[in-house]
């Protein structure tokens, strides 16, 4: 059995790999070409600059030079080729004794072995099989290793990556019952599907199920279906062979094999063409699938979770989206609402997004005017949260004093809705009453109850509201606190931190860690 190959089974074709060999003397060349016409793929070059010209148009696998060559020596001649092709073996040929100096570049490793002359055919057809089996060693190693670097990238920004949350922002209503979905979901292997419209933090929602999941410390690996054609998505995701399509060099793996052990989130999963949808419900179903251009069938433990802005079921009523395809997609469906829904959440998010891009911008600016807000709760924000970021940052660029006021909003296109003409709009009156919407409070105020002074913000407003619902809950739990969390729709850590910004930690058994001031 050759050494090229291992148990029966052939780990490269000789014939596919080029050796190239470099001799002054042409009958040195014809017995090259004759002793190992079958079996190898051999090129020759009669000086050093035809070589040269050789290596810049070929890929070789194994370069022999002969030592003693006019204008420059073997040695020389395989220092010059390696820089062209690093990883092709480099082999000497010799018919003097100057050992010595080729046992030096053997242990510096200039090249890989050397031969004297005159050569044995059986003994150098060993050598160049050693040869070419080494350089696909070297070649494989290197595709591993790009594979290694690439899968290291994805986990070192999933585990070491400041995730942006922002857009998770809010305490409404609406957003607590998509973020209970979440934490339920989020502890299991269920596959997810994520439902809202553009820029409601599809995403960033992803991202929180998984590192909240048991597969946290593994790869979450996105896909943007929209953003890629029909044949490069197909080789995105299940990856490719040499030689699958024209320009495929080498093996690609794809985004599963890359999620493998983690989660792989299928954004713009509507704009799947039909002929991927197969695909794409074989995995989900089987957990297997086979690269483009491959026979080797691969199992992967992965997690997928999609989203889509688009009506899937209208899609299958028109043909274009696979019925069977939804029901494996949507197992567990969470909706994420737009912002239009929870505009009471609009104070915190501008608060967030203002500490966020003041660095950039004007540090003098501090706040959000409470007329500002008003005439931002008249926008329907069809971008919704991702938009409203947007227009924080111009804001801020525009801003000339120390708060945002409706004159840096007059880009803003205020909602029909509202009244206000959805043509340019113009500045609103700094008169302008804060219509900015809030949940209702849990019980009617007594007939005779003092009535909350207008001049408290806004905010100052809704987190009083924030820690009467806090008490309530915990009151009615019986001093529970997990149960007063469930109440809430909280996790326990997320009361715990708004238990701590409401100064009232006195309401849990001590625990140091909790006792740390608030950033």
Not at 66 to 94: H, N, S, Y
Not at 239 to 268: K, V
Request: charged share 25%; hydrophobic share 40%.
């Amino acid at each position: 059995m050759s050494r090229s190959e291992v148990g029966g089974r052939a780990l490269f074709d000789p014939q596919s790999l080029p050796v190239l060999v470099v001799d002054d003397e042409a009958d040195n060349l014809d017995a090259f070409r004759f002793s190992f016409r079958k079996g190898f793929r051999i090129l020759t070059a009669q000086s050093a600059e035809a070589g040269l010209q050789i290596l810049s148009q070929e890929k070789v696998a194994v370069i022999v030079a002969d030592q003693r060559m006019p204008k420059m020596t073997g040695l020389q001649f395989l220092e010059t080729a390696q820089r062209l092709v690093p990883l092709a073996v480099p082999i000497i040929v010799t018919a003097y004794t100057d050992v010595d100096v080729l046992i030096e570049a053997i242990n510096s490793g200039h090249i890989y072995r050397y031969i004297t002359k005159p050569w044995d055919s059986k003994e150098l057809r060993g050598v160049l099989l050693q040869a070419l089996e080494r350089y696909h060693l070297l070649v494989e190693n290197a595709r591993l290793q790009k594979q290694l670097e690439h899968y290291a990238g994805y986990l070192e920004k999933e585990l070491h990556g400041a995730a942006d949350f922002g857009q998770l922002v809010g305490e409404s209503a609406a957003l607590r019952a998509a973020l209970l979905r979440v934490e339920q979901v989020a502890r299991t292997d269920a596959t997810v599907l994520l439902r809202g419209e553009s820029g409601t933090g599809k995403e960033l929602v992803a991202h929180a199920i998984h590192i909240n999941s048991r597969r946290s410390n593994r790869p979450f690996v996105r896909v943007n279906c929209a953003a890629l054609a029909s044949g490069v998505l197909e080789s995105e995701l299940f990856g490719h062979e040499r030689g699958a399509f024209t320009g495929a060099m080498a093996r690609h793996p794809g985004r599963f094999e890359l999620a493998d052990g983690g989660t792989i989130f299928l954004d713009e999963v509507g704009d799947l063409p039909m002929e991927v949808q197969v695909k794409l419900l074989r995995v989900l179903q089987e957990r297997s699938f086979e690269r483009v251009g491959g026979s080797e069938t691969l199992h992967v433990d992965v997690r997928v979770i999609s989203a889509t802005h688009k009506d899937l079921e209208a899609m299958i009523a028109a043909g274009t989206f696979r019925e069977d395809l939804y029901y494996r997609l949507n197992v567990f469906p969470i909706v994420l609402p737009p912002l239009r829904d929870r505009l009471e959440d609009l104070p915190m998010l501008c608060q967030h997004f203002l500490h966020k891009w003041r660095k950039h911008a004007a540090q003098r600016v501090t706040q959000v005017s409470q007329q500002a807000l008003a005439y931002l709760a008249q926008y329907d924000f069809p971008g919704n949260v991702r938009e409203l970021e947007n227009l924080i940052e111009r804001a801020l660029i525009l801003a000339v004093g120390s708060e945002i006021t409706p004159a840096e909003l007059e880009f803003v296109r205020p909602s029909s809705r509202s009244g206000i003409s959805t043509g340019s709009p113009s500045r609103p009156p700094a008169s302008a009453p804060v219509v900015v919407a809030s949940p209702p409070p849990p019980s009617a105020p007594a007939p005779n109850a003092p009535t909350e002074p207008l001049s408290r913000t806004l905010s100052d407003r809704l987190l009083d509201q924030e820690r009467a619902e806090i008490l309530s809950a915990i009151e009615r739990a019986d001093g529970n606190i997990a149960q007063a969390a469930r109440l809430l729709g909280y996790n326990r850590s997320t009361l715990y931190y708004r238990l701590r910004k409401h100064d009232l930690l006195h309401l849990l058994p001590t625990k140091p860690e909790l006792l740390a001031p608030l950033p």
